[in-house]
């Protein structure tokens, strides 16, 4: 297509184009009349310019509602098509570049050569082109706007960033907003690079459990269409390592599923980086296991039925050489095997019915020598260790630099009495929620946290279950490096402790180093004036920051609090903290004189 002819329709468009998005709404017949004939002759002017590769002409009627969306969309993908046409026309296009030793002429200077008209009808191409981008960008949609580059780079941001079930989720969700983001979504393998099934429930009521094994009952459609979409998910991924998941609820399409990805596997299409695993169906999971070389986390859980211990040993027996994080969730303690050499994230998660003996602890992570992560946890408020056994030796784990325990005790006779951490950053000890038990066993916690603390110097962030007297505040002396502490505790007494100058001045001295202070405020709806004493204590603690920053010590840049005292002391403590410097309630960034903003996630 000549150029001139290509710069006169799209001249001729732009302006039709421009003309009806300015003209307001047709309210009487002739105005609508008169909008039906420009959009038609929009529409003829489209049928005279070049397709892009690729594309096929659309064809519908510009007659009916939302016309002008789509001639706009017509208009982008012609005005493409004439970008490639403007390359190749300006290949053979002789341009002629001045003399090295004359110099650059002025914009009066008579020896300037005049340009050609097909090099003017190039420039005047390239500016209609712009121009047609803008009149893309006020006429169509938001979701349209964006370029397909960077839609493409927003949706594979979950695959690096966010849980699995996050991820999966926001794919399904991108979609069905558009043709366009479908089409983007579909060629971006990252999007689809975590398959999660079976973790809801078939909806079907069936009166009869049996109607299930029936090809045309409604369970078995809803297990058909989850294969489906599992296939076709393996197969949008193409070679992106997936993250695989597979939940309680997937035993009747769990074995098409496992048997698509083994085969994807096989042919070298799909490597798997995680694994996650919730059926009792051990033998697909000793399947699948040693098909994934790469495997880089692997996670175990067990729900209504119990996975059986000796398909768990075997499976940690494996020789897995990228395996670096294992979760075990209700699963009793396995025996230590080759899996568990390199790993360096270890979380375990116990329930009623998978109490275990901490010398089968102790054991199971001395074959982790490389462990750098670790995490204890409980489903219920029951304690996590048997009592009937006997402690064990202390054990050293060198490289230790994060330790999180909800074992249930607060009286230190876990894991926090046993371990040795000279490298550890980060301590986190949960609440009990056995108030009595507290009370009852502060010393003993003290004396176990005396003891464990004396040996990780190098702790950076502690955060303590509770509120207890100032004997946890006492051994911060010793930790010169904390720069983020955290407890938790009633509001009067959080406001009584720090509206004392002798504990203040003695926390502000013993935690030099303290950056962010996070409170957890575990109390029922409090009256307004408590609330008031909190935040000036609050304040108060800042301030003292500030006086003794002179003296080396750090100033405190956050304040991180958790109120679970419910929406009216939630909104009184945004209300009522005035402190200079950044404050977040609840997840609610609250800067000094400014309003209030969301927290973006990390």
Known sequence: MPILACLTALTQLNDLLCHITRCPPPSTAPELARRR???????????GLPVAPGTGRPVEGCECHGAVQRCAEQLYTSAIALCADLSEQLAPVPLSAPSPSSPPPGPTCACQPSPTPQARALDDLSHQLLRTRRLRN?????????????????FS????????????AFADRIVAVSHLWREVALATPQAWANIVLGHEPLRARLACSALSRCDCSPRRAVSDRRAARGRAWISRAKAVPVAFDLGPHARVEGAEVVQCLMDSIAAGLTPVRALSWGLPFTQLLLRLAPACPGLQELRLARYDSPLKPEHVDEVLALDLP????????????PRPGRALARCTALTLVFGRETVSYLPQALALLAACPAL???????????????????????????????LALDEGR???????????????????????????????????????????????????HVEFPYAVPHAFFCMLKHLPCVRVLGFAGSIYPIADFFTDDHCRRALARDCAALRELRVLVTCDVEPSDSVQRFAQSMAEYVRCRREAAAGGVAQLDTLSLTATAGCLSEAALRDALDIDCTVYVNGML??????????CPA
């Open 157 to 168: 941001i979950p695959y690096h960033h966010w849980d699995p079930g996050a991820a999966a």
């Open 590 to 599: 609250r800067e000094a004189g400014a309003a209030l903003q969301v927290q």
């Open 322 to 333: 990228a395996l670096r994080a294992i979760e075990l969730r209700n699963i009793p303690l």
């Open 138 to 154: 006020l006429v169509l949609p938001p979701v349209s706007r964006l370029p397909e580059d960077i839609l493409a780079y927003v």
């Open 372 to 402: 750098e992560h670790l995490a204890v946890g409980r489903l219920d408020d029951a304690d996590v260790w048997a009592d009937t056994a006997p402690l064990g030796e202390d054990l050293v784990l060198p490289r230790l630099a994060t």
């Open 410 to 460: 607060p009286d230190g006779s876990g894991l926090l009495s046993l371990l040795r951490t000279p490298a550890l950053r980060e301590l986190r000890l949960s609440s009990p929620h056995d108030k009595t038990r507290v009370l009852q066993s502060t010393g003993k916690l003290v004396d176990a946290l005396r003891t464990f603390l004396a040996v990780a110097t190098k702790l950076e």
């Open 37 to 47: 004939q420009l959009q038609h002759r929009l529409h003829l002017g489209l049928e």
